[in-house]
């Protein structure tokens, strides 16, 4: 059975009771209307409440094939990273919650390099220029494919909604997927996620 645990604003509720309740309507932000250079029929995306699952090795599913090009127009795909404990993150500039977990992601990237965990955005539904704009403000340190139709997320539909941003997955060394956060992550969750899943055998079943 996968293990789940409730993700940061779920803890933070039971620790602080009513109050959460404003909290959580206010990181709703993804569900609002933002310019994203997309058609508004498809900006109905929804902002998780950041649990996790550990999915045991024996139930973990492999992960699709996913390539296109980044937001600078290089090619790459998942497949370029084979061997190596990927980091799956979906995002878009107009998503607050995104914004506000982009720190943890620069931080455990950086972190976790020297133990062969790779890092990969997947912009999606988003405006090209703004994309741009918010991996170069953010001083963003590893690539994002530019999947402005929202393909990708589709491709992973069965573990994660693609209706869900931001979301996480990690991938292990195998090409399965191996955890998950649906909703933005923070430094606790994702640190112990990815130090678990880069910690395994390569050899493990």
């Known amino acids: 059975m996968p293990f789940t645990s409730p993700g940061p604003r779920?803890?933070?509720?039971v620790l602080r009771g009513v109050a959460a309740v404003a909290v959580l309507a206010a990181l709703v932000g993804c569900a609002g209307k933002v310019d994203t250079g997309a058609a508004s029929e498809d900006d109905r995306y929804i902002s998780g409440d950041?649990?996790?699952t550990l999915f045991p090795a024996a139930e973990r599913e492999p992960a699709p094939r996913v390539e296109g090009e980044t937001l600078d127009g290089d090619?790459?795909?998942?497949?370029?990273?084979?061997?190596d404990v990927v980091v799956v993150n979906f995002w878009a500039s107009w998503c607050a919650p995104c914004r506000a977990e982009t720190p943890v992601?620069?931080?455990?990237?950086?972190e976790h390099a020297d133990e062969g965990v790779r890092f990969l955005g997947v912009n999606i539904k988003d405006n090209l220029t703004s994309a741009q704009a918010?991996?170069?403000?953010n001083e963003v340190?590893?690539?994002s494919l530019y999947d402005q139709p929202g393909e990708i997320p589709q491709a992973f539909r069965d573990t994660v909604p693609p209706q869900a941003i931001p979301s996480t997955l990690v991938i292990d060394r195998q090409g399965r997927?191996?955890?998950?956060?649906?909703?933005?992550?923070d430094y606790r969750e994702l640190t112990d996620l990815?130090?678990?899943?880069?910690?395994?055998d390569a050899d493990s079943p």
């Open 10 to 13: 779920v803890r933070a509720a």
């Open 50 to 52: 950041g649990s996790s």
């Open 75 to 83: 090619p790459v795909s998942l497949a370029d990273y084979s061997g």
């Open 105 to 110: 992601l620069n931080e455990v990237s950086a």
């Open 134 to 137: 918010f991996e170069r403000n």
């Open 141 to 143: 340190g590893y690539p």
């Open 177 to 185: 997927i191996a955890a998950r956060v649906i909703g933005a992550t």
């Open 194 to 200: 990815v130090g678990t899943v880069a910690a395994e």
